[in-house]
């Protein structure tokens, strides 16, 4: 497989910095709005009602003394109607914050459930269209960490944080208005205390971010030990490694939990401090409000002052709790970063326009388009206002190829390759000669930097890549099966497949005899990666999956590696019969697997040192020869 | 007891134990956590206690400061009430301060118990787990479970004290009306435990669909090439938005239940409002109370709301971790498939390995077995070859040599005594092997070379590289022996990693060595000169080699013909060729077609 040294671990550091927090946030707003804009007016109405309920029950504390209580206060017979009636009013608008408050509960559970499964979906879908690059130069657990961990801080920020500062943002702004409409004086003595809400938790908060950059860091230390130890845990056994790995692993668990509780500590006294603080304002508010009632000349009544001491807390609470969350809103706005990196990503981009057509053979000798399944294919063209059908065989040709992963740092050097239809091509050479990355090619997983490759006459840059790679079967070294039955994992080369269609396959691949032998056979569930089967026998599998795809061209990447000879023997006599008459290339580093090729090529950093058949090559005395030779000099 | 009752009751049971066991591992940050509830009520006790305050700083500051024109009383509780904020402020920082302390320390022992124990697992329970799980069993649970803690030990007792206070100083300000108080908590009460009851059942299914999508990504991720080549992606993408929708489905299920609570809560808190101002102000009238007493009244009612509110949060996280942490026990209480024995021998004393009447099977009892009936007599010193199809079961008879698996039926026998009666370290210490899937660890060349003998000098570590013909690539990296390995080798070429591996093996100085397929991806040329070189480096030790090329084991004293999980044959090479009509094949084969094809030294790669 394509290694791309070096590329890895520059992306592995730790990135955590955000340059502009409110542009992300409000990017993460507007994703969330493209496809909930009404639903999210609609939870803005309830928001905006229910706090405007919930503010009458404040408001009413004052009507309820001043215009109810006082009046009454030593009277003979109290007239309790005035006050009942106001009670139900009261009532009524309680009502309507409850109904209210349960419709924004839906509506935003909606709208935060749904944008996950947006953001999931769309996350997923753009990342299979990235380009193979991308999975070559990022490590996959970092990919992965976009679902399992930013995906779900992303959850609580927008199912609590972003409903709470909307929240926030209605509560206050209403409650500031009454607050200013009661007394101007006092609501600048609650705004004050605020803002020295806002310094000190910036000031703490600020302490503790040192921390939780340290704490994050030490904790993908922690990670990073654990899924190489976890990962390498047999040989860990078998050089009866244990007690130096739990050392290792101390040490660093250590230090993560010093990080860890230095960052929660900081964290845990932010909201006392705040809600403390609070008190002080209630203080500082009664204490102003009575100078003011005694004064007697700002026009305020005990009732108002009794009402604003309520305003001014929930004036002041939302903001503090929101102060409070700003850790962890920060951190789920590092994660939506790196979602967004990643949608941001180009996709693998497609502009060829040729496509690949069924065709069959007219009265009058031309090939025709059609949906039957005819085992015959061509290459539709479009030429302006008609179509061109050019018969597809397997012709496939590099011309003067040159290819490089890296900048600077070329792979292939001037690849010329004529492989006519039909006929079995197999690179050998050593690993890093550059035998992978040919195949890499052809499929267009990578694009050439100079020279051409055609495939029919065509040049595989206009041809779409979805149907290129419909033509071409692969076989990879390294198997990769998927959580579902063994038929499930056959059929995934081509997903009508019959189940006889598959079992047909499987039989060809020498495949057939072992999963017969599983507990369920065809249906036996494969789970991890089909953990319980020897690599052979995944090959087989993979085989099988290539084999049930019927295409054009194969391409065989030490596809038989880990098979024993016989068996391989016999996987070769099956493939042989169905790859009559079409292209094959192979890559191996047996001989007994490329011996009878029509065309052997040998590479060598990057170049074709040497071409011919099997015989040709042994006449030739060169490097095949010693090769060879080489392989039974010893006996 | 009906059956669902005994299955609420079996997992109610099962709950107890899972915090049990987590529980267990709190160990010397016992003190902080119990510690930091108590804190948190003395905080909430003062938090509750300045409402009160603030009743009578109105009643008699502010109202009696009206009629008289006096700030004494205004000040006095001002000061009152701010000695009180200021102890509340120092009881809430030292919670706050000891729950950091303690969850977080409570998580590191976590971590560490869990790593500790998967250490004494064996290969079978390795195989059960996946590695992608246990490193996210090991991380993102741990971290869930610190979170619920923390929130346990500082929030989960604020909100039910909070409540009782509450219900105490109303209690003390005016009976009757604290009757409403516990009408409305009793109620609300009822509207929680439903919730809980109907959500955790709904929770427990979201994490399964949650754990699915998530093995479709990681799937995904890892076979990229396979996706691309057979241009699946749109099968891919809609099987994956098939399975986003159904955890979008029971996520919603849950959240419909879920937004029943915050309108539930308000309604109480909105009807103790009205029945609360209809009371107090008959009793104001009445001059049964004050009207400070009235807005500390209010004052209550909202801190009943917030504790009701904060408990839910603390449930949703709880819940949240309740998977987690079963997840974490699941690692915790896995019993080791290899044990320890009671008196173990703690000397090898020979090479010798006999295997009798062996059979074995991966999941015991499936009926699926791997080996059967094996009988093998192997001397002390002899050179072993293993041969035989895909999954005819050489790699299984070897793993039970160094006890990587127990045998079902029968004994496997190293010097004489049966590999259940060594100390596991002394027998692995002496069984040397390299297995099919090596890997490297990240640190240098020559680290990497230690894991075989921590004390091994430097020279050592280079001759057991000589032997395995790595020597030569070693000292043309940058660095040579101090060159530095990438996590699982990734900087070297598969043959590279094979011979560093088998010199790691080698270093050992074994009495048995066994290398399963350990030169597949060596050249031919170079895997003959590793042998050579074996059979003087380790003369006296016995030697057991699995290959696919019968160029590998042709040289052995006697070659093991594996074959659907039994010993066909064992015998010398000639005598198999003249015998045994499999390996015959076998070789033919190979002979015929040309044995493999790479070049002569790899190393020059480097």
Redesign the interface.
Known sequence: MARIPGSRRDRMKVDEKIEHPVRMLFRVIRYVLKKYKWLYLLALVCIAIAAVASLAGTLFQKVLIDDYIVPNIGAEKPDFIPLLRALSVLACIFAVGVVVSYVQQRVLAKISQGSLKVIRDDVFSHMEKLPLRYFDTHPHGSIMSVYTNDVDTLRQLISSSLPEILQTAVTVSITLVSMIAMSGWLTLVSIGMVIVSFFVTAHVGGGAGKYYVAQQQNLAGVNGYIEEMINGQKVVKVFNHEAESVKGFEEKNEKLRISARKANGIANILMPINGNLGHLSYVLVAVVGALLLTGGTAGLTLGTLVSFLGLNKSFSRPIRQLSAQINSIVLALAGAKRIFTMIDEEPEVDEGKVTLVRVETGEDGSLIETVERTGRWAWKQDEGDSFRLIPMQGDVRFNGVNFEYRDNHPILHDIDIYAYPGQKIAFVGSTGAGKTTITNLINRFYDIKEGEILYDGIDIKTIKKDDLRHSLGIVLQETNLFTGTVMDNIRYGRLDATDEECIRAAKLANADSFICRLPDGYNTMLKNDGANLSQGQRQLLAISRAAVADPPVLILDEATSSVDTRTELLVQQGMNSIMQGRTTFVIAHRLSTVKDSDCIMVLEHGRIIERGSHEELLAKQGTYYSLYSNNFSED | MTKSALLIYNSAERQRDMIKTLLGQVKQYKKSAILTPVFAVL?VLM?TL?PYM?AL??DE???V??AY?S?DA??KY?VI??G???L??TF??T???L???A???F??NL??AM??K??????AN??RF??GG???R???DVTNI?QAF?MST?MAVRAPVTLIFSLIMCFVINRRISLIFLGAIVFLGMILVFVVKKVSKIFAEVFIKYDE?????????????????????P???EK??KA??L??KV??KA??I??????GM??VV??L??LV??FA??F??G?EMT?GE??SL??YI?SVMMSLMMLLGVFAMLVMSLASGKRIVEVLQEEPAVKEPENPVIEVKSGDIVFENVSFS?RAG???RTLSDIDLQIKSGETIGII????SGK?SLVNLI?R?YDVDEGCVKVGGVDVRGYE??VL??SV??V?????L??GTVLENLR??R?DATEEECRRACLAAAADEFICKMPDGYNSRI???G??V???QRQRLCIA?ALL?SPKILVLDDST??V???TD?KIRRAMREYIPGTTKLIIA??I?SV??ADRIIVMDDGRVNAFDTHENLLKTNE?YR??YE??MS????????A?G??A
Not at chain 2, 435 to 439: A, D, F, I, P, R
């Open positions: 905080e938090e300045i603030a700083l109105i500051g502010i109202e400061g009206l024109g700030m205004i000040i001002g009430m701010l009180m904020a200021f509340s402020l809430a920082i919670a706050g301060r729950a950091a302390s969850s977080t320390g998580a590191a971590r560490s790593f500790r998967i250490q004494t697992y064996s290969f390795i195989d996946s590695t246990l490193i996210t090991l991380t993102t610190q923390q500082r999508l998530n093995t479709g990504v990681q799937e995904n991720i890892s076979a990229i090439r396979v996706v691309k080549a057979y241009v699946r992606e099968f891919e993408t994956f938005q986003s929708g955890l979008y996520s919603m959240e419909k879920m937004a029943l609570i915050p309108p308000m309604l909105y009807a409002t009205i101002s209809w102000a008959r104001i009238m001059g009207t009235l807005t209010f004052s909202m991966y499936d009926g699926g035989g199809g895909t999954g790699s160094s990587l596991l370290s692995r210490d040397s092997v297995l099919q899937k090596n890997v660890f990240s894991w075989g921590e990438e996590q699982g990734s900087n070429s598969g043959g790691r050992k597949s991806a050249d031919t040329a003959a696919q090329r160029s042709k040289d499999i094949e076998i084969t190979q077609m040309g044995g493999d094809f790479d070049q002569p790899a020059r790669e």
